[in-house]
């Protein structure tokens, strides 16, 4: 017999270990005779990571797919592994070393501190995977890799060799981001973009020889007029530390407020006067006529935008800082560089990128200073010189103008400090050209995207695509396989010896050579996961089976940083696409629709929920609230009531267990005679073709739902109760009939909920096998129910009969009827079917619907509050139960105050401020509250509309 409640964390921990020890997660555990291959790589998380709600509901969806492919006796593997997260666990290590007092990474040297990596890593990395563990994650835990491993490295550096020598990889200088903190540069999935409090400096930059021309603006209707004479052209900028390395200022072509002085040059107000440099004015397409001055300076190697610019109209790039963000403290005196660069302005020949990395345009007084404590000293300098635009304060002074304004400010994930776009010499990838046959694949639906719309995003980026970089300034890592001789030539390889023999055969002679000191993008070897993880390079019979994998799932964020890279390396080198879907799965938000994050206080910890609620709940909430497309607004409230869904099938079967409903051998459920019996079989039918087609369609919620509604509703609700007379009765055909179909039942519910709630089904499917024919296996490993609907007739008949119970427990509430009071009900239009029904039905009918007597009649009496369904109408006679005046009173009041609660509603949803400055998750919930008010008037309105009706 069961135990009264269930027991999550007592349970859990067991079922776990009952699943590790009989190996029912290892590749192909399961499998039928000629079963297709079905495998998920898991998408790696990092080893320094614990488990977030992200997590959960990624590893949770993926769960459902790979146990529900597991017992339609697929031959199933889910690969798991970890992310060796190069400049995070880079980060966690050096911060023990610090708070143990040890010598830093430095000064201990690389080996030494890649060493202690690894010790960390056997000590303390890899957290994440038992608690996905915890979670049910039912992965073949026997098979875990990691990006670091021997396997996987080796994969790494034939990658590598093999598209240098192709022409698909290549040493370069281009702008990055730049984590000062760390020094090295991050991708774009690293850094995030913050609204910070900032400021807009606006500032002259006066025209060579003391040119003049006359400023015009054009009014609405297109008349030109004359502002002023000017001397100048005017920019604003937010970094003014950066004018320092200016190349050009950009006006655009159709601007003709700087037509006449389009080609002429201008000086950098800022730096010793007799060396300010000059730079020319020119035209792009970038500025934006309508914003500020409709002139921005071009500052190509410390702004994106800037450098996109540049490189259009071959303007110098000048980089100003060092690995610190500092300014520059190398090379020549700033008028040397200065000579060089108005050199080049009146040549206008644009030299090599190492000769123009080598000009310093810092002047000797900035020179190592911080990039902030820069700006202010040039800001004042500026101001002094009286190069500031001005604007009259209140007194009627001339004051520089300075904006206070919102600013986006890229700040790095990990380091917390500003990033630098900045112009380095760094290792890149011509993605371009990965690119084009990834784009093909999608297009031609040979990998599609689910949800389909995501198909957008992936294209947009892919055809924009920008040069991969591939290189950090990082020790921890796979080491890039190049090395440097004396003059800088490169000679990429698979190891030191036969670098060596390729710069002996450039050289004409052996030369010392020097590795490169970088390590790979993270990102480089988890875009080889799909095949790396099955033994790739080598041919094993795992890659031969289960490439391609069948399904990606994972986040919106890294479709451009995974889901593209993973198909340009598979295709690139298994000539293959990796994965047949990529589902893309929505945010998990708070309950309030905000994003989760440590700086509000929202973030919700998916073990505590599983502490206090067990996996079960959790996992079940999230696939029950993962709609295509749609954020998964989470509360903990939502949680407890997934539990108490759990603890009403445990229940449930307690019930049936006490009433002796036990397997019974052999059992066929196409032979049952029983109406009751018979619809049950026919639901469950349903169901399972319900949460079948929902699952394999990736419609999560739908399968959730589905098989909610049917446990809750249709077996607990209606199937227990109107069988219980059954259960107690003198009949033992009948009763022995329904004792072996709820059996029957519970091990379909149990099939079906397992990929959603693994560990209560497990047990349960354990425990009810204790009184009936032995259990050949764990519920993990047995077949998904295949069954045909039985019988159409008696499902109609029972369904009528809810359908009929519903229906009058639904009036007796909107009609505010007493709980406890019976009712008459008269049924007019009867024909002999229906009246057969009726009279079988009585019983049931008179205990679920607080009925006292049937009775049938020609015409609806008076008084009554009528129902309609299909050709009769029931009647329930109500005077002398409630008060309809009363009644009537109470309804109109409650109609008043929702139509109050939408009209305020309708009033801030009408208000462009509202909609505009409030947050969306806030506008979202007015929108959310109004709709529920609307669902309840209509309440009202129906219950007036029957009142009305009864006179």
Not at 20 to 39: D, K, L, M, S
Not at 86 to 111: C, L, N
Request: glycine letters at 8%; a negative charge; hydrophobic letters at 40%.
């Amino acid at each position: 017999m069961l135990d009264k409640t269930y027991d999550a964390a007592a349970i859990e921990p067991r079922i776990s270990q009952d699943w590790e020890q009989a190996g029912a997660f290892r590749a192909g555990a399961g499998a039928r005779a000629g079963a297709n291959p079905y495998c998920i790589v898991i998408p790696p998380p990092n080893v320094t990571g614990s488990l977030h709600m992200g997590h959960a509901l990624n590893n949770t969806l993926q769960d459902i797919l790979v146990r529900f492919n597991r017992m339609c006796g697929n031959d199933v593997l889910w690969q798991p592994g970890m992310d060796h997260a190069g400049i995070a666990t880079q980060m966690v290590v050096e911060r023990q070393m610090a708070e143990r007092q040890e010598p830093g990474r430095r000064e201990i040297g690389r080996e030494a501190f890649v060493e202690k990596v690894w010790t960390w890593k056997a000590e303390s990395g890899g957290m994440i995977l038992n608690q996905l563990k915890r979670l049910g994650a039912s992965c073949d835990w026997s098979r875990e890799r990691f990006t670091m491993d021997e396997g996987l490295s080796e994969a790494v550096l034939k990658v590598f060799v093999q598209l240098y020598r192709e022409g698909l990889i290549y040493r370069g200088k281009r702008l990055v981001n730049w984590d000062p903190k760390f020094e090295t540069a991050i991708s774009d999935l690293e850094v995030e973009n913050t609204e910070v409090d900032g400021h807009m400096w606006h500032f002259k930059y006066p025209l060579a020889g003391g040119e003049t021309y006359e400023y015009v603006e054009k009014d609405e209707d297109g008349n030109v007029t004359l502002r002023e004479t000017r001397d100048y052209i005017s920019i604003a900028t937010t970094r003014p530390e950066t004018m320092l390395g200016d190349g050009a200022v950009a006006v655009h072509p159709s601007d003709e407020r700087y037509a006449p002085i389009i080609g002429k040059l201008c000086e950098i107000p800022v730096g010793p006067k007799e060396y300010r440099r000059l730079i020319p004015i020119i035209t792009d397409e970038y500025p934006d006529p309508d914003f500020g001055s409709g002139a921005v300076k071009i500052t190509g190697a410390h702004d994106f935008n800037d450098y996109q610019v540049a490189k259009r109209n071959k303007i110098p790039l000048y980089r100003l800082m060092n690995e610190q963000a500092a300014m520059r403290t190398d090379g020549a005196p700033y008028a040397e560089c200065a000579a060089m660069a108005k050199a080049i302005v009146e040549s206008g020949e644009l030299p090599g990128e190492a000769d123009v990395d080598a000009i310093n345009l810092v002047p000797d007084e900035y020179r190592g200073l911080d990039r902030y404590e820069a700006r202010e000293k040039i800001v004042s300098a500026i101001n002094a010189d009286g190069l500031s635009v001005t604007v009259k304060d209140e007194d009627g002074n001339d004051v520089p103008l300075v904006e206070n304004k919102k600013i986006m400010q890229p700040f790095g994930d990990r380091s917390h400090v500003v990033i630098e776009p900045m112009l380095t010499d760094q290792w890149f990838a011509d993605a371009k050209t990965l690119a084009a046959p990834a784009i093909a694949s999608v297009r031609e639906g040979r990998t599609k995207f689910v949800p389909k719309n995501w198909e957008k995003t992936y294209f947009e980026w892919m055809e924009n695509i920008e040069p991969w970089c591939i290189s950090r300034q990082l020790w921890w890592g796979h080491r890039i396989p190049a090395w440097f001789g004396p003059d800088g030539e490169v000679f990429v390889a698979h190891d030191e010896t036969e670098a060596a023999g390729l710069g002996q055969k450039h050289y004409g002679k052996a030369v010392e050579l020097t590795r490169e000191e970088d390590v790979l993008d993270t990102w480089f070897s988890s875009a080889l996961w799909p095949f790396s993880t099955l033994g790739w390079p080598d041919e094993t019979a795992e890659l031969k089976r289960y490439y391609p994998t069948s399904v990606l799932v994972t986040g919106l964020d890294i479709i451009f940083f995974w889901v593209a890279r993973m198909m340009m390396m598979g295709l690139h080198f298994m000539k293959e696409e990796p994965f047949a879907d990529v589902y893309i799965h929505a945010l998990v938000r708070d309950e309030k629709g905000a994003k989760m994050s440590k700086s509000k206080g929202n973030v919700i910890d998916p073990l505590s929920l599983i502490d206090e609620y067990g996996a079960d709940a959790l996992r079940f909430t999230l696939a029950a609230m993962a709609a295509q497309g749609r954020d998964i607004k989470l509360a903990t409230n939502r949680v407890a009531g997934y539990r108490n869904f759990a603890t009403k099938l445990w229940n449930a079967t307690r019930f049936l267990q006490m009433n002796e409903c036990a397997r019974a051998e052999g059992f066929e459920p196409t032979t049952v005679k029983g109406t009751l019996n018979r619809w049950i079989v026919t639901e469950t039918a349903r169901c399972v073709e319900e949460v079948t087609d929902a699952i394999k369609a990736y419609r999560f919620n739908d399968g959730a739902n589905g098989i909610y509604r049917f446990v809750w509703n249709t077996f607990c609700d209606w199937y227990i109760e109107l069988a219980k007379p059954v259960l107690t009765g003198n009949d033992a055909a009948a009763k022995g009939e329904t004792q072996a179909t709820a059996a029957w039942a519970v091990d379909q519910i149990l099939k079906l909920l397992h990929p959603f709630m693994p560990f209560l089904t497990e047990e349960l499917w354990a425990r009810t096998g204790e009184g009936g024919p032995a259990r050949e296996g764990l519920l993990a490993l047995t077949a998904w129910p295949d069954i045909a609907p039985l019988d159409g007739d008696s499902a109609q008949e029972i369904n009528w009969l809810i359908d009929l119970i519903s229906q009058i427990r639904s009036v007796r509430a909107e009609m505010n009827v007493p709980a406890g009071a019976t009712l008459p009900l008269i049924v007019v239009g009867a024909d002999a079917a229906t009246s057969a029904r009726l009279a079988t039905h009585d019983a049931a009918i008179k205990r679920l619907a607080r009925i006292d007597r049937i009775e049938q009649a020609d015409t609806a009496p008076k008084g009554s509050a009528q129902i309609v369904l299909e050709s009769l109408t029931l009647c329930l006679p109500l005077a002398g139960v409630i008060d309809l005046d009363a009644e009537k009173a109470r309804l109109a009041k409650e109609r008043g105050r929702l139509d109050g609660e939408i009209a305020r509603i309708d009033k801030k949803l009408g208000n462009p401020k509202f909609v505009e400055k409030a947050p969306e998750e806030v506008v979202e919930g007015e929108k959310e509250k109004r709709a529920e008010f609307i669902e309840l008037r209509a309440k009202v309105e129906q219950a007036e509309a029957r009142l009305s009706q009864m006179g």
